[in-house]
């Protein structure tokens, strides 16, 4: 049986760097990876780009059951930290829209060689297809069953993530580990994530993507609003104003709450203005079909949802007046599209809840149930938005990790 310092279970985001930095200051580390390749999420991320951070970091970007403990975790450990992190590794970052920061190479591949060449370069010993079924503390040491046998250790991180994206190794592991030595969890629910709805229409729409402003009803009550890009799909609604918004509905379909999105379809149109473009487009003599006209200002598969949406009885150009324009213009900017579910954990970037962070050490990432014993990245009860604030979480929990320094 091996007996390791310190044994850090996932190869992701911040048991990389948890590793990195924990070898650095002198300690012994065995990072366990159950893929047979490190960073498989970090891979993927940024469709093969990366977003690895985000400059503007703000913590009302991040969401938690406990807003002090996240506060606690970034302070002093803002976007500077994490590029010198980088920089240190031979990586140069540049900055996209809205301050995201991908690697100068726009390559993720570029993120995890140099992760791993670092961590071996610093000694730490990489396992990979090595999942473990089980963990134990007798003592002040920890023992793991493993796929490639027992390992023991005096100090534990769990950075195994949550079920999000299970094809790409996202699994419940380290929630069970956690509970079985004494923590509790906040529900977990998929974010970032497509949703689904029940209505036919959406089906004869598939494929048509708007520049949007996508807002939240649940049980009628307005939650809050999302602008970007809308994309409709066989099985629902996608886009990033969706992946936005998915948090909140993920959370409100699990308490079986009624939710509805308000889409509006052309948000850089005023009423005011829309109403006199398409006034200033009719011509009174004109036979032109209703859905043949309306396609000079909108994608021809969105129109008879509009029309019956709209509850329009106008067939000709020349009927149109002000009021069926405005019963236009008022679903054109109100398309309504009922959600009844997200394409779960599998098809989600991110999972809300996890590790309850009351019961973890926002300083060093200890648990404050059970000495030695460590959390970083999504295993907790922080997820951020869309941007690289995962990622920035990730990195600055790792960080953390057994130290109260930022070296």
């Not at 990033?240 to 850089?268: G, Q």
């Amino acid at each position: 049986m091996n007996n390791e310092k310190m044994i850090i279970i996932g190869a992701g985001a911040a048991g990389l760097v948890a590793a990195i930095a924990r070898s650095r200051a002198g300690q012994r580390v065995t990072l366990l990876e159950q893929n047979n390749k490190i960073g498989k999420k970090i891979l993927v991320s940024g469709n093969g780009k990366c977003n690895i951070d985000n400059r503007y970091i703000n913590l009302n970007r991040f969401h938690s059951q406990n807003h002090d403990f996240v506060a606690e975790v970034l302070e002093g450990y803002d976007f500077p930290v994490v590029e010198k992190f980088f920089t240190s590794l031979g990586l140069e970052l540049e900055e996209g829209k809205e301050g995201k920061m991908f690697p100068m190479s726009l390559q993720a591949s570029s993120v995890v060689e140099l992760l791993e060449y670092e961590a071996i370069r610093v000694g730490v010993e990489i396992v990979c297809d090595c999942a473990v079924t089980s963990v134990d503390k007798k003592g002040d040491t920890f023992t793991l069953e493993t796929s490639q046998g027992a390992k023991s250790c005096t100090q534990l991180v769990l950075t195994s993530g949550s079920p999000a994206a299970p094809q790409l190794g996202g699994s419940n592991s380290g929630y069970a580990f956690a509970t079985k030595l004494g923590h509790t969890l906040v529900p977990r629910h998929p974010s970032l994530v497509q949703l689904c709805s029940e209505e036919t229409w959406v089906k004869g729409c598939a494929g048509v993507k708007v520049a949007g402003l996508a807002k939240l009803y649940a049980n009628g009550e307005y939650i809050t609003e999302k602008k970007g890009d809308l994309l409709f799909t066989n099985y629902g609604i996608s886009g990033l104003a969706i992946l936005d918004l998915s948090r909140e509905v993920s959370t409100r379909l699990a308490n079986f709450d009624y939710c509805e999105l308000s889409l509006d379809l052309m948000p850089e149109y005023s009423k005011e203005k829309l109403t006199n473009l398409l006034l200033s487009r009719v011509k009174q003599e004109s036979e032109k079909p209703i859905g043949l006209w309306l396609q000079g200002v909108l994608n021809k598969k969105l129109i008879a949802i509009i029309l019956e949406q709209s509850k329009s009885r106008v067939k000709l150009e020349k009927e149109l007046n002000r009021k069926e324009i405005n019963k236009l213009i008022h679903t054109i900017k109100n398309l309504k599209l009922s959600v009844n579910d997200t394409k779960g954990f599998k098809s989600a970037e991110v999972a809300t809840g996890g590790i309850n962070t009351s019961e973890v050490n926002p300083q060093t990432m200890e648990s404050k149930l059970i000495d030695n014993l460590f959390f970083a990245g999504e295993i907790l009860d922080v997820d951020g938005d869309r941007g690289g604030f995962n990622f920035h979480w990730a990195w600055v929990t790792g960080l953390r990790v057994n130290n109260t320094s930022k070296d």
